[in-house]
């Protein structure tokens, strides 16, 4: 996985629970991504930063929150108000002059 | 939205075989387009990538085949073996759009048979 680490592999979340999934590279890459992966289904985007304290909106941003405090680090929060969270996430990395992705192992996330 | 469409969904193939996986895209800006693979429980890994400026790129037993004029763009995979199982994503992007950020297929869950 090329030095990005998600964690947990598996979390659990209760219904009007916020949970945060971590993700931490050692690449020195500059751009940071969320992605979701449903069963059957292609990756979405939900956050993006491409620089420290600056994040963008993806695709299905709704739900979700993030923050980049540090280069090393983009965690994501999924909210209560993300009344669907079961997926498998992802999160990648990309240097500024690669357009090459580096992907996590993923966090699969569950609801109980 | 952007849009990348994959085919087919699901491929079973028999060992030796060839794999062809296909991709069409809409926005003409696209000039960079990589297929990436996926094993279960893992993230997706580069496979390989080709430029518009090429018909063809090889690597292996892997060769994509891209079709400007159509806007698509194939996955062939030769003589496929049982450990080639796994989902195949295209995808594209536009240097300098929003970061270079990739568009993705929507997958292909390939099968090979002993």
């Known amino acids: 996985d090329g030095g990005i680490t998600q964690s947990p592999k598996y979390l659990f979340r209760k219904e009007g629970q916020n949970v945060t999934l971590s993700c931490e590279q050692n690449?020195?890459?500059?751009?940071m991504y969320w992605y979701r992966q449903d069963p059957g289904q292609g990756l979405r985007l939900i956050y993006y930063?491409?620089?420290?304290?600056?994040?963008q909106k993806g695709d299905i941003a709704e739900g979700y929150s993030v923050s980049r405090e540090k280069k090393e680090s983009f965690p994501l929060t999924v909210t209560s108000a993300q009344k669907n969270p079961t997926a498998f996430y992802l999160c990648?990395?990309?240097?500024?002059?690669?357009?090459?992705?580096?992907f996590g192992s993923g966090t699969q996330l569950s609801v109980l | 939205q952007q849009q990348v469409k994959q085919s087919p969904q699901s491929l079973i193939v028999q060992k030796g075989g060839i794999s062809i996986i296909n991709c069409a895209y809409e926005?003409?800006?696209?000039?960079?387009f990589p297929w990436y693979q996926q094993f279960p429980g893992k993230g997706p890994a580069l496979l390989i990538a080709i430029r518009p400026d090429v018909s063809e790129k090889k690597e292996g037993r892997f060769t994509i085949s891209f079709n400007k004029s159509a806007k698509q763009f194939s996955l062939h995979i030769m003589d496929s073996q049982p450990g080639d199982s796994a989902t195949y994503f295209c995808a594209a992007s536009q240097k300098g759009n929003a970061g270079n950020m990739l568009t993705f297929g929507g997958g292909t869950r390939l099968m090979v048979k002993p």
């Open positions: 930063s491409q620089i420290v304290n600056d994040f």
């Open positions: 690449l020195n890459h500059d751009a």
């Open positions: 926005n003409t800006a696209f000039d960079y």
């Open positions: 990648a990395t990309r240097s500024v002059d690669n357009e090459k992705l580096f």
